[in-house]
């Protein structure tokens, strides 16, 4: 399978700590992207990393991206309960149309 | 924009009944998902359309699934007929350009 995979699974911290999140993937990509999903709600797009890009911030978010080790990170600062969710890293493969989404990593954030 | 709307948002059925999925993408959208959530097997991409026209459904299950897209504002999805393995959540989602994709809210399905 091609699918990204996150890591670790499941998190859990304290309100004003940071999370960071991993995703590995097999094969040559276009971009990752990152999608955060609340309980019983739809996915939502977080950020998109080209691969010649090797970092990106948006707001407290910052993703890097390694294409040597096909890997990247998901970096959540200064945590608030409301970025309790699941974490997802997407990746968008050379010629291929496809998403392949990894299994998720649930985030915790205790008040 | 409203987003991407799903219908309906929840669906219990019995074995061997046929089921109905609706989509209606974001307006300008020229890409439409449908995938299927469950615990087991995480997020799978069960087919997608551009401009209406089905590109790729090597992800559906089988022959009891169809998709279509009459109309660049909406889409179904049948299972027919339905079984207890086809309970999960389905999404739809819409993307102007291959990259990043806007997901509905999802109909979660329980076949009894």
């Known amino acids: 399978s091609q699918q990204g995979e996150e890591d670790p699974q499941a998190l859990s911290i304290q309100e004003g700590e940071n999370a960071t999140m991993n995703c590995s993937y097999k094969t040559s990509i276009n971009n990752l992207q990152w999608y955060r999903q609340n309980s019983g709600r739809g996915l939502v797009h977080l950020i998109l990393?080209?691969?010649?890009?090797r970092e990106k911030h948006s707001g407290r978010l910052r993703v890097t991206l390694d294409t040597s080790k096909k890997s990247s990170s998901l970096l959540i600062t200064a945590s608030r309960a409301a970025d309790t969710a699941s974490y997802f890293c997407?990746?968008?493969?050379?010629?291929?149309?496809?998403?392949?989404f990894g299994k998720g990593n649930q985030v915790v954030v205790i008040p | 924009d409203a987003g991407v709307i799903q219908s309906p948002r929840h669906e219990v059925t019995e074995m061997g009944q046929e089921v109905t999925l609706r989509c209606k993408p974001i307006?300008?959208?020229?890409?439409l998902f449908w995938y299927r959530q469950t615990m087991m097997r995480g997020l799978e991409l069960l087919i997608y359309?551009?401009?209406?026209?089905?590109?790729?459904d090597s992800g559906m299950p089988e022959d009891r699934f169809s998709a279509k897209m009459p109309n660049a504002s909406f889409s179904t999805l049948k299972i027919q007929p339905s079984e207890p393995r086809d309970s999960a959540v389905y999404f739809c989602?819409?993307?102007?350009?291959?990259?990043?994709?806007?997901f509905g809210p999802g109909t979660r399905l329980l076949v009894l």
């Open positions: 307006s300008g959208h020229d890409y």
């Open positions: 989602a819409s993307s102007a350009v291959l990259g990043t994709q806007y």
């Open positions: 997407a990746t968008d493969y050379y010629g291929n149309n496809r998403l392949a």
């Open positions: 359309f551009n401009n209406n026209v089905p590109i790729d």
């Open positions: 990393i080209r691969s010649n890009e």
